[in-house]
């Protein structure tokens, strides 16, 4: 089992910075995508970015605001969010189990708990 724990979430201004932190433990996760969806109340999860190894895939929406990495044990990947808009506002997720990065949430195996992200006008 794997277990993802996503932090780092929290309430800022329109163009403020946020940097959320996801933790993999139980299995090494290295050989599998590692992505961030959010999604809002009323709305369906929505792909933000995957890393995968040293690719990085992002969704349309994101618009070069946001970066992803992961570190060297590839267990810990973070997404750093920039320019922040209130409709960026949504619950983050950090799923994994996916062979490749993929856009579909039904692809992933492995979802965590999510971390809120408010972003007030």
């Known amino acids: 089992q794997v277990r993802l724990v996503e932090s780092g979430g929290g309430l800022v201004q329109t163009g403020d910075s946020l940097r959320l932190s996801c933790a993999a433990s139980?299995?090494?996760?290295?050989?599998?995508?590692v992505s961030w969806f959010r999604q809002a109340p009323g709305k369906e999860r929505e792909f933000v970015a995957a890393?995968?190894?040293?690719?990085?895939y992002y969704g349309n929406s994101v618009n070069g605001r946001f970066s992803i990495s992961r570190d060297n044990t590839m267990n810990i990947v973070d997404l750093q969010m920039d320019s922040l808009k209130p409709e960026y506002s949504a619950v983050y997720y950090c799923p994994t189990g996916a062979p490749v990065p993929a856009s579909e949430p039904r692809r992933y195996v492995y979802w965590g708990q999510g971390t809120q992200v408010t972003v007030s006008s």
């Open positions: 139980g299995r090494t996760v290295g050989h599998w995508a």
């Open positions: 890393a995968k190894g040293s690719d990085t």
